[in-house]
């Protein structure tokens, strides 16, 4: 009996590789940074195709050449917190994270899993170079500081002017006028406005929308609770939502769309109108930016509470955390924070990423045409609301979402508000 | 006659009926293939405009973005070493364990047959947490090593029960013969199972090696996010953004990453449609 793989090749091949992959796992490239004496293990979510990756990383090997420091870039992307907090369990995480505020981070400073860095502020002289909203942002109920906020970001909504002229109507700033435009852009087969609405694009979107019959003080009571019912302006924002659906301003079939199906479908013409991250706006083609204004969302023509269309504004970028590992060491973690804080850093990643910066500057972006702009956006212009990322349970994020999909599906507002309270009580 | 008539037509249709779903299912498997890889050389889009067309230009930068990006080259030599140690240690404990049951009659042989086969109804998320806590009390954590002696672990009840049944169908004869002429227990194994265990073998190393190689969670969780140790599984997904991930490029990665699948199959697939078909071995 004859085969195409002989015995003597299997042992061949197995002798090999058991021979080979201890040689292969001695390789330098294979070896991990982080096990080298001197070592700070830098856990970030600034990695991969995230806007900023690679000039974070070439500001990191900079650092290490011109300190002769050697910093270890441990890489995740959405998965980066449970990877942090298994490895915290078995006291192997990294000493630093970059990671937002969102969800499981809320509660990473209250369990201990990383320090509270209010002293070092002011210890390393870091609090005059942050914007004071940020730190205020990052500040959590007992007045700890609960990392050095990095990045932040803009939620403005951009408008492809180019479709707009087309349809024969301009950039709406009001609910009037966006269901105006979104009837015109319809009639010339053009999509009105674009959002994942599976997704937590929809869900902020949703939120925001809300937001235009709540104050700030509101706000934060609605989603920290999930109670729309107990709030006649919550209600109202419902309703304002379900009117501009009914009306046909979102696009067909929204409800099976996502972050980055909307994005593509404003990048490539087929609809008008996008809120988008500033982030994101980063990742659209200079041929479509050309053609792009940014501004805010339309305000509610009757009622509401904004004086002008509305932008999510946020200091709930990445921020820079510290473990309890990275305690131990903070004479090796003080000058690599000081250095992401510095003047090169900062301009490094607005003008080579597009990245909006929690330091103080006033270096504005060139080749981020977009982010330059919704930078640019005054109180005059757009009244800003907030991010309710900070405010939402880490046990109702997910629910919730689910609950704001429904709301972009033929649903009653009695039923939005229903499946949105449900999504709180069952977390 | 009638009877004689209809036969061949009911023959013919049921043929055209058969190759006609073969040729849809074949479809099936093809479009997306096609679909994933036209797609790795376009941008967006080109996607999203003319998701079936082929690409103006067969351009191989979203190859290197996604190389790049993600530093899949290093991921991919972590992936290699991950797996080959797992298979070579999995061929290691599950050829003399399936050899010694082969060739037990007696009760303990099927106990220890049995305990193997209880390794099926062991959910792998239901084993994340324990096998977790192990990897940090061996100080195992974050390292290479501790995943190479876990997947054998998984692999061993599918690796034995394969093999087992491979070997009850050798004539003992064949044995008896090799004994008589003064082989021992391990040169009767090299010499006699394994040439005939050949496409068993096979077919262990390709079900493994595709387990191994798409391991993601234990990985990610037990390996960790060090770039210097990463597997192909755990880089990939770092080419997904929150919002306007470049699908050409996520594609084009994908597709890097499915080449050693691809070559590892080639290589195997005889043997293991050898294995499929016979079911059982002549000597």
């Known amino acids: ?427 | 006659m009638a009877r004689t008539a209809l036969r061949p037509l009911r023959d013919r249709v049921g043929s055209i009926t058969s190759g006609a779903l073969a040729w849809i299912y074949c479809a099936l498997l093809v479009v997306p293939l096609y679909y994933f890889v036209v797609s790795s050389f376009k941008d967006n889009e080109q996607i999203f405009e003319s998701p079936l067309a082929l690409p103006g230009t067969w351009d191989f930068s979203n190859f290197g973005t996604a190389i790049d990006q993600a530093e899949l080259v290093l991921a991919v030599a972590n992936s290699v070493i991950t797996t080959v140690a797992a298979l070579v240690l999995t061929l290691l404990l599950a050829l003399p364990a399936s050899f010694a049951l082969a060739r037990s009659n007696g009760r303990l042989g099927r106990f220890v047959e049995n305990i193997f086969a209880l390794g099926f109804l062991i959910p792998s998320f239901a084993a994340l947490f324990p096998t977790f806590l192990l990897a940090a009390a061996l100080g195992l954590f974050h390292s290479r090593t501790f995943v190479v002696f876990l997947l054998p672990a998984t692999a061993l009840p599918l690796s034995i029960v394969i093999l087992t049944s491979f070997m009850r169908a050798i004539p003992r004869e064949l044995e008896e013969a090799a004994s008589m002429d003064g082989a021992s227990a391990l040169q009767v194994l090299r010499q006699v199972y394994l040439p005939i265990c050949v496409p068993g073998i096979a077919t262990v190393l390709l079900l493994n090696f595709l387990s191994f190689w798409n391991a993601y969670l234990y990985p990610l969780i037990l390996i960790g996010p060090d770039t210097a140790q990463r597997t192909i599984q755990v880089a990939l997904p770092t080419l997904k953004v929150d919002a306007g991930t470049d699908y050409g490029v996520l594609m084009a990665g994908t597709l890097f990453t499915l080449l050693p699948v691809y070559l590892v199959y080639t290589v195997l697939q005889r043997q293991m449609q050898r294995a499929l078909i016979s079911g059982a071995v002549k000597g």
Not at chain 1, 68 to 83: C, E, Q, W, Y
Not at chain 1, 345 to 366: E, K, P, W
Request: hydrophobic share 45%; proline share 5%; aromatic share 8%.
């Open chain 1, 1 to 427: 009996m004859t085969h195409a793989i002989s015995r003597r090749a299997v042992l061949r091949a197995a002798i090999g590789a058991g021979i080979a992959s201890p040689l292969l796992a001695g390789c330098g490239a294979l070896t991990p940074a982080s096990s080298r004496p001197g070592a700070l293990s830098v856990h970030t979510q600034l990695s991969g195709a995230v806007a900023g990756a690679r000039v974070f990383s070439d500001a990191v090997a900079t650092y290490e050449r011109r300190f002769a420091r050697t910093v270890a870039l441990l890489k995740n992307g959405s998965d980066l917190p449970i990877v942090f907090e298994t490895s915290s369990l078995a006291g192997a995480e990294a000493d630093v994270a970059l990671v937002n505020l969102q969800g499981r981070t809320l509660s990473w400073t209250g369990l201990g899993a990383t320090i509270p860095v209010t002293r070092l502020l002011d210890d390393w002289g870091l609090r005059d170079k942050i914007i004071p909203e940020a730190v205020a942002e990052w500040t959590d109920g007992s007045g700890n500081v609960r990392a050095f906020p990095f990045t932040r970001t803009n939620w403005p909504v951009s408008f492809n002017t180019r479709l707009l002229d087309e349809a024969g109507v301009g950039i709406p700033t009001t609910s009037d006028e966006l269901i105006a435009a979104a009837q015109a852009l319809r009639a010339k087969g053009i999509g009105p406005v674009t959002v994942g609405g599976s997704d937590w694009s929809g869900q902020k979107l949703f939120l925001q929308i809300i937001q235009g019959f709540l104050t700030a003080e509101e706000s934060k009571k609605v989603f920290a609770s999930g109670k729309l019912s107990e709030s006649a302006g919550a209600v109202a924002g419902v309703e304002h939502f379900v009117e501009l659906r009914d009306a046909g301003v979102f696009i067909d079939n929204v409800q099976g769309y996502t972050s980055d199906s909307e994005l593509t479908q404003f990048n490539t013409g087929k609809a008008a109108i996008v809120p988008a991250m500033s982030s994101a706006l980063a990742k659209v083609p200079a041929e479509r930016a050309k053609e792009v204004t940014v501004g805010g969302w339309p305000k509610p023509s009757r009622g509401g509470v904004l004086d002008h269309p509305s932008v999510i504004q946020s200091y709930n970028g990445h921020g820079i955390w510290i473990s309890e590992n990275g305690a131990k060491k903070l004479d090796l973690v003080e000058p690599f924070v000081k250095y992401l804080y510095s003047d090169e850093v900062t301009d490094a990643m607005i003008l080579g990423s597009g990245r909006d910066m929690s330091r103080v500057t006033g270096t504005l972006s060139t080749d981020f045409p977009l982010v330059a702009q919704a930078s640019r956006l005054t109180a005059a212009q757009v009244s800003p609301v907030m991010l309710p990322d900070l405010t939402i349970p880490q046990s109702a994020f997910e629910p919730m979402i689910q609950a704001t999909a429904t709301a972009y599906g033929p649903v009653s507002v009695e039923r939005i508000v229903d499946v949105f309270e449900k999504a709180y009580a069952t977390a």
